[in-house]
Nanobody
Framework: QVQFGESGGGLVQPGVSLRLSCVVS????????MGWYRQTPGKQRELVASITMTERTEYDDSVKGRFTSAKDNNQNTVYSQMNNLKPEDTAVYYC??????????WGQGTQVTVSS
C-alpha cells in the first residue's frame, strides 16, 4: 500500500497564494504520473493538475495559468503552487497517482478555503 500525505492548505483571501505538498511513501512518484485532485461537498473528485514521470504538466482550464505542479523524486514529494486563488478553488485537495486511484489509497487531503 502507498500512503499519500497532503499538507499546506488553509484559509486565505482571494488573490493569495498557497503551496501544497504531498509526501508519498515509496518511489511511486518517480515511476508514475501524479495528479492533484480536488473535491467539494456533494461532488466527485476532479483532476485539476498532473505531472508525468518526465515532469510534463497538464492543467484543467479552471486552474491553468494559476497552478503549477512540481515534484522532487529524492524527497518523494509532489507540490502544487497555487497563485491568485479564487473562491471557486475552495475544496479539499488530494494527490494521487492516477494509475492506482481505484485502489482506495487516498490520503486525508488538505482543506483550502478561499474567502474574504
Amino acid at each position: 500500500q502507498v500512503q499519500f500525505g497532503e499538507s499546506g492548505g488553509g484559509l486565505v483571501q482571494p488573490g493569495v497564494s498557497l503551496r501544497l505538498s504531498c509526501v508519498v511513501s515509496g518511489s511511486i512518484i518517480s515511476d508514475h504520473a501524479m495528479g492533484w485532485y480536488r473535491q467539494t461537498p456533494g461532488k466527485q473528485r476532479e483532476l485539476v493538475a498532473s505531472i508525468t514521470m518526465t515532469e510534463r504538466t497538464e492543467y484543467d482550464d479552471s486552474v491553468k495559468g494559476r497552478f503549477t505542479s512540481a515534484k522532487d523524486n529524492n524527497q518523494n514529494t509532489v507540490y502544487s503552487q497555487m497563485n491568485n486563488l479564487k473562491p471557486e478553488d475552495t475544496a479539499v485537495y488530494y494527490c494521487m497517482a492516477p494509475a492506482v486511484r481505484d485502489l482506495g489509497w487516498w490520503g486525508q487531503g488538505t482543506q483550502v478555503t478561499v474567502s474574504s
